[in-house]
């Protein structure tokens, strides 16, 4: 996708017109009659997908049938009218035209002949053969599986809809009546044409709309920015994802920020829960982060002032069971964890190389360090609080006070041996008042809840648990507090 307009077209014969990004975004029309250089980009559209004609940039009947044809191919309305329809249409054929040179591209990057990138394809098509087709196989881009050492693949997205009740209660209270204002209409059709036929993005957009999520705010205009803007190439070259995913993934985490993973055998856990709440909190916040870290330049500035980046070694794909956006994201907080990224970059592959795995020999991010990021990501001031320096019950009891005012915690807790970072999300009151119980979630994604510290699992899963106030107090090493 191209910076023009913010039309969600790909194809530059298109999106370099004026005429046709104003007919992409819904906003007019072209049929018989017209004339000028929108029909000229046009005709010379309809010509590189096999409709040769004069491209004089008048539209007759030579352009209105060939119009008719598309349409009756795509099976759209036949009215010979080039609405926003048909030009997403005549985009995705432009695009199909492209696929020989994009051989080639791949070719160039894996240092293979176009032969030996054809023959990986046949290689790795005959392999999948027998395999249940993965979404990324059936919606997305199928050039992937031709990217040699690409391991071990993209790893399916769960495509299950947010808990029909949120224990929590952070789901939109009430759906806003009414109509989008007509300049948030425009967006959404733009965010809508950049997922193409992703039915479960899809889904999860028309939830956001439903639940009026949609209507106010900075989120549906970052989504908007973010299905206008090219993706860095990379992404497409040395990880095999599809640009449309990383926007797609984007919208389905807002829509269910359970679906955040920590990733196997990655000391991310920080990274997770700092994920996940942030998707919790501030979803457009999130939002504008991943469009920024995922453009060519790969990186974007923080509320705090300071940029974020994100490494060349998050693109490829690994085997720690995390989608795509959470592989860029976490490894771009990893990397802004340790004070010096300039020197020591995280390598997500090994899940180590920052200063403080060369330190200590893994990639756990300090107390400290994890409290300083969490204010650069959510802007204004938070503090660490240590059972070190105080009893256990104390620092409970500020987390308690945290989530009595509706805040949701990064809470630090004694492991099974170790440590590990949890979101707490919600305090659980007594008859009398005190606190009885703390609602809590893993960025493992699960949990089995056996071993220590004790807790119990909640009905929605995805790694939500509930565990006594008074393990809490017992089990606390530290947690980040606003204020």
């Known amino acids: 996708m191209g910076d023009n307009g913010n039309t969600g077209l790909g194809a530059p014969e298109l999106a370099s017109s004026e005429a046709l990004r104003t007919v992409a975004a819904g906003a007019a029309t072209l049929a018989q009659g017209a004339q000028g250089d929108g029909v000229r980009a046009l005709q010379e559209a309809l010509g590189a997908i096999g409709d040769p004609m004069k ?53 160039r990057a894996a240092g293979l002949s176009p032969d030996q990138v054809a023959a990986l394809g046949r290689k790795s098509s005959a392999t999948q053969a027998s395999a249940a087709p993965s979404r990324h196989d059936q919606d997305h881009f199928t050039d992937a599986n031709k990217l040699p050492q690409v391991v071990p693949g993209a790893e399916p997205d769960p495509d299950s809809p947010p808990p029909a009740v949120d224990s929590v209660g952070d789901r939109a209270a009430a759906a806003v009546s009414g109509a989008l204002a007509a300049d948030r209409s425009a967006r959404l059709d733009q965010v809508r044409r950049a997922l193409g036929g992703d039915a479960p993005a899809l889904a999860a957009l028309d939830r956001l709309l439903a639940a009026g999520r949609l209507h106010t705010g900075a989120l549906l205009p970052n989504l908007a920015t973010m299905a206008g803007v090219r993706r860095d190439p990379r992404l497409v070259l040395e990880g095999g994802i599809d640009p449309h995913l990383v926007l797609a993934q984007a919208i389905r985490h807002v829509d269910n920020p359970l679906r955040v993973k920590q990733g196997a055998c990655h000391g991310t856990c920080g990274a997770g829960t700092m994920e996940y709440v942030l998707l919790r909190v501030d979803p457009a916040e999130f939002v504008r982060i991943v469009d920024g870290i995922t453009r060519e330049a790969g990186e974007v500035t923080l509320r705090s002032g300071r940029a974020i980046r994100m490494p ?24 802004h964890a340790t004070a010096m990224s300039w020197i020591f970059d995280y390598d997500n592959a090994e899940d180590n190389d920052s200063f403080w795995a060369a330190l200590g020999g893994d990639s756990r991010v300090p107390l400290g360090n994890f409290t300083s990021l969490f204010q650069d990501i959510m802007g204004g001031s938070y503090t660490s609080v240590s059972s070190l320096l105080r009893s256990g019950a104390s620092v409970a009891g500020e987390v308690a006070g945290a989530m009595g005012r ?78």
């Open 312 to 335: 060349r070694s998050a693109i490829e794909r690994d085997a720690s069971g995390r989608v795509d956006i959470d592989r860029l994201f976490q490894s771009a907080l990893m990397n």
């Open 55 to 107: 491209a004089d940039g008048s539209f007759g009947p030579k352009t209105h049938a060939a119009i008719v044809a598309l349409q009756a191919a795509e099976d759209l309305p036949q009215t010979g009218i080039v609405d926003a329809a048909t030009i997403a249409a005549l985009d995705r054929r432009l695009a199909a035209r492209r696929a020989p040179p994009l051989d080639e591209a791949l070719a």
């Open 406 to 483: 509706g805040e949701r915690v990064p809470v630090l807790l004694k492991w099974e041996g170790g440590y590990h970072w949890v979101a707490a999300e919600k305090i659980e009151r007594g008859a009398d008042g005190a606190p009885a119980a703390v609602v809590l979630r893993n960025p493992v994604g699960s949990d089995s809840c056996k071993g220590t510290p004790p807790r119990a699992p909640l009905p929605e899963g995805c790694g939500r648990f509930r565990m006594k106030y008074a393990d809490l107090a017992a089990h606390i090493d530290g947690a980040t507090i606003k204020g």
